[in-house]
Structures are given as structure tokens and as C-alpha cells.
């Protein structure tokens, strides 16, 4: 899954496809890209589910596809699954736009965060997800991340980044921006090694979790 851009702005024309989206509020729309050959089977998408669940639990707690004007009838639940499938490449993506909503509500505290996913006619692999924004930054981290740790599982890199530290300095880092800084005061709460918080910490800026705290312009491009 590739992201091609991130834009930040109201997009008022997308309030309609939600009844839980809160007038005016600003969103993030990221476009993707998803793989066309991509496995879609119902066993790689509940795999995948069940591997980003581990790093994001709350993941489980989410509502899927109510009030959303435009849900297809055809979506299937799934026991223990709280995102609806529709068996093609479209589940990978609204996959992606779940993890961001879940990201911006444990890093962002944002007590209330709704999304919908929409796909191109032509191409048919891309697809526009819009999602609630209170932080252009934390909204643009969120899409990275996710991203990132879904392309590792499809990829099959499991295990070659610890995405359990990289969440943990990233709370830390919101609650606390000062010990940024401060490496070994890190590693010493974290009970890790200096180097593995300078690795998960230039992750972060990799996924653009530093960049400068200031309003987007709307719908530039982040």
C-alpha cells in the first residue's frame, strides 16, 4: 500500500457520506495506493487484522460502517472482528483509515474521531480516506504508521521493528515533548537500551511524527 498524498481541510462534500461526521469539522484525506495483486482472501485480511490489533487493542472497540450513508450491503462481520469485510482490495485500505481513527483517539485524545474510505472508479486500486482531525501532525503520523506496519505484514517483515516502542516514545514524546531530548532519561523509563531508543526514535521522524507544530493551509499537500 502506497500513500501518494495527505491533504488537511474541511472537505465539506464528504460530510454527507457520514452521519457521524461533525459539521465543519477538519479532516485528513490520504489517497493510496493498494498492491492489485494483493492477497485478499479472507484469511490474509483476518491475519492482518489480528497483527495490528496486537499493537493497537483498542482496534477491537471500534464501530464499523454505521450511519455511513454510502456503506455497501454486502459487508460481512466477522466474530471478534469490529471491522466489516467486503472480501476485495477496498478491506485494506478501510483497514488503514481504522488505524488512523484509533491513533488520533490514543495519541491524540480525541474522544471522537469518524472516517469513510472511497474508491476511484479508474484506478480502481486507489482510494480516498477521509478521517477526523484535530492535529494535521498526529493525522499525518497516523497514515504513516499505519501504513507502514501493514505493508510490513503483507510484506512478511514481521519482527523487524519493534512497533510496540516506537507507540510508547511517541505517548511519551506527546505528554512530555521535552525529554525528545533526552535519550537516556528514555531509556531508563522505557527499560531499553540507548540504542534502541535512537533506532524507534528515528522511526518517528521517518513517519514524520516531528514535524512542526503549526495550522496546514487547507488542502495542501502534507
Given at each position: 500500500?502506497?500513500?501518494?498524498?495527505?491533504?488537511?481541510?474541511?472537505?465539506?462534500?464528504?460530510?454527507?457520506?457520514?452521519?457521524?461526521?461533525?459539521?465543519?469539522?477538519?479532516?485528513?484525506?490520504?489517497?493510496?495506493?493498494?498492491?492489485?495483486?494483493?492477497?485478499?482472501?479472507?484469511?490474509?485480511?483476518?491475519?492482518?487484522?489480528?497483527?495490528?490489533?496486537?499493537?493497537?487493542?483498542?482496534?477491537?472497540?471500534?464501530?464499523?460502517?454505521?450511519?455511513?450513508?454510502?456503506?455497501?450491503?454486502?459487508?460481512?462481520?466477522?466474530?471478534?472482528?469490529?471491522?466489516?469485510?467486503?472480501?476485495?482490495?477496498?478491506?485494506?485500505?478501510?483497514?488503514?483509515?481504522?488505524?488512523?481513527?484509533?491513533?488520533?483517539?490514543?495519541?491524540?485524545?480525541?474522544?471522537?474521531?469518524?472516517?469513510?474510505?472511497?474508491?476511484?472508479?479508474?484506478?480502481?486500486?486507489?482510494?480516498?480516506?477521509?478521517?477526523?482531525?484535530?492535529?494535521?501532525?498526529?493525522?499525518?503520523?497516523?497514515?504513516?504508521?499505519?501504513?507502514?506496519?501493514?505493508?510490513?505484514?503483507?510484506?512478511?517483515?514481521?519482527?523487524?521493528?519493534?512497533?510496540n516502542l516506537v507507540l510508547k516514545l511517541a505517548a511519551?514524546?506527546?505528554?512530555?515533548?521535552?525529554?525528545?531530548?533526552?535519550?537516556?532519561?528514555?531509556?531508563?523509563?522505557?527499560?531499553?537500551?540507548?540504542?534502541?531508543?535512537?533506532?524507534?526514535?528515528?522511526?518517528?521522524?521517518?513517519?514524520?511524527?516531528?514535524?512542526?507544530?503549526?495550522?496546514?493551509?487547507?488542502?495542501?499537500?502534507?
Amino acid at each position: 500500500m502506497k500513500i501518494l498524498a495527505i491533504y488537511y481541510g474541511c472537505f465539506p462534500e464528504i460530510e454527507k457520506l457520514h452521519t457521524r461526521f461533525v459539521r465543519g469539522q477538519r479532516k485528513i484525506k490520504v489517497i493510496v495506493d493498494v498492491d492489485e495483486d494483493i492477497d485478499d482472501s479472507r484469511e490474509n485480511f483476518l491475519g492482518l487484522y489480528r497483527h495490528t490489533a496486537q499493537f493497537l487493542p483498542t482496534l477491537r472497540h471500534h464501530s464499523c460502517c454505521e450511519q455511513w450513508e454510502a456503506a455497501p450491503l454486502y459487508l460481512t462481520e466477522e466474530e471478534g472482528v469490529s471491522i466489516k469485510r467486503i472480501g476485495e482490495i477496498a478491506d485494506f485500505p478501510h483497514l488503514l483509515e481504522h488505524l488512523i481513527v484509533d491513533l488520533q483517539c490514543t495519541l491524540g485524545e480525541m474522544t471522537v474521531c469518524s472516517g469513510v474510505t472511497c474508491g476511484w472508479k479508474k484506478p480502481e486500486n486507489r482510494f480516498d480516506l477521509f478521517v477526523e482531525c484535530d492535529d494535521p501532525r498526529i493525522g499525518i503520523f497516523a497514515a504513516c504508521f499505519s501504513a507502514h506496519l501493514i505493508n510490513n505484514y503483507l510484506s512478511g517483515c514481521l519482527g523487524e521493528d519493534d512497533f510496540n516502542l516506537v507507540l510508547k516514545l511517541a505517548a511519551m514524546v506527546e505528554s512530555y515533548p521535552e525529554t525528545k531530548a533526552q535519550i537516556a532519561r528514555l531509556a531508563t523509563c522505557l527499560n531499553e537500551s540507548i540504542e534502541n531508543i535512537i533506532g524507534a526514535l528515528q522511526q518517528l521522524a521517518d513517519l514524520n511524527y516531528f514535524l512542526e507544530r503549526k495550522e496546514l493551509e487547507d488542502e495542501n499537500q502534507a
